[in-house]
């Protein structure tokens, strides 16, 4: 459970380094290309982080039920 509660937490981490990447990526005067590729690394990290909040939400309210 310690774990599930450390994963729900780094959500918000995670939401601020995708701010600042996606600022980084678009103060640069890189190829579009190199941008499209970061935004689409950085929805497919957040998507990610999502999955694993969930699926730590759904640990700790089954270990409670357990209980």
Do not use: G
């Amino acid at each position: 459970v310690n774990i599930s509660v450390e994963i729900i937490k780094q959500i918000k981490r995670i939401e601020k380094l995708d701010q600042e990447i996606a600022n980084t990526t678009f103060m640069t005067n890189k190829k579009p290309e190199f941008i499209c590729a970061v935004c689409s690394t950085r929805e497919d990290i957040k998507k990610i982080a999502v999955y694993a909040a969930n699926i730590a939400e759904v640990t700790v309210n089954r270990s409670f039920k357990l209980a």
